[in-house]
């Protein structure tokens, strides 16, 4: 930690594409648990990881491994499903991230519809916070989906910030007001507001100054940025913008 300032808003490195990279020829290389150990030297905040159906990106013996060879609190990605909820509840990480998942997109497409699915999260939910794992929903940036996660009883949501990342022209300015909304929104209903998806050097610095925002999750980006300067200097780059937009 480089100043007392910086806690106030946390990275989250999503090293799945790590595995992803693995997983496409096999083997050992690279290693996902590195990339959490160089992370945390680096100045991370957390590990993300998305544990899908399909193993494309981490596996199993990979989240195990990841709680045992750092202190780093680690958020599990997880879809709504009795398979998930059963890892999730014998590796108890720190945070269990409910999201959307269909098995053709190549990454996740959309937030989870906390309002059209309640009665079948709402246990889901209970069970994980019983079990000591910190409930964060992955939402789309609307009102209705707010409410609907305090009402599920999650502590934590997470905005969804890809149509803020992809988006061209004034459309930009729209989606940010609509992000600075609902983070305002989400604090005034006692969530702690998380953001994500497609962030990048570029476009990281308006989200990361709204003061309701606690903590970015950011992954591909800081993956493929590595490939040409180092992840570590990846994430301290990324750390840097931040902070200087929080500041």
């Not at 045992?68 to 945070?95: Q, S």
């Not at 889901?124 to 996660?149: E, K, Y």
Request: one cysteine or more; charged letters at 20%; hydrophobic letters at 45%.
């Amino acid at each position: 930690m480089t100043s007392p300032d910086r806690r106030l808003l946390r990275l989250g490195v999503n090293i799945d594409h790590v595995a992803t990279i693995r997983n496409a020829r096999g083997g050992l290389h690279p290693d996902p648990v590195r990339a959490a150990i160089v992370a945390a030297e680096a100045g991370a905040d957390g590990l993300t990881v998305h544990l899908r159906e399909d193993r494309r990106h981490i596996t199993d013996t990979d989240l195990t491994r990841l709680s045992e060879a750092t202190a780093l609190p680690i958020n599990l990605e997880m879809a709504a499903t009795d398979e998930m909820l059963n890892i999730a509840l014998r590796e108890r990480p720190h945070a269990a991230c409910i999201v959307p998942e269909r098995r053709a997109e190549r990454t996740t497409e959309g937030g989870l519809d906390a309002a059209g699915l309640h009665n079948s999260l709402a246990p889901i939910v209970r069970q994980l916070r019983d079990n000591g794992s910190r409930v964060s929903l992955f939402i789309a940036p609307d009102a209705a989906q707010l409410h609907a996660a305090a009402a599920l009883g999650a502590p934590v949501v997470e905005l969804h910030t890809g149509p803020y990342s992809h988006a061209e022209g004034a459309a930009v300015a729209i989606e940010l007001e609509r992000l600075q909304a609902m983070a305002t929104l989400g604090a005034r209903l006692g969530l702690e507001v998380h953001a994500g998806h497609g962030l990048t050097f570029d476009n990281v610095g308006p989200v990361a100054a709204m003061p309701e925002i606690a903590e970015l999750n950011i992954g591909h980006f800081l993956i493929g940025e590595a490939v040409f300067i180092g992840l570590a200097e990846a994430i301290r780059q990324m750390r840097a913008h931040m902070d200087a937009a929080r500041a």
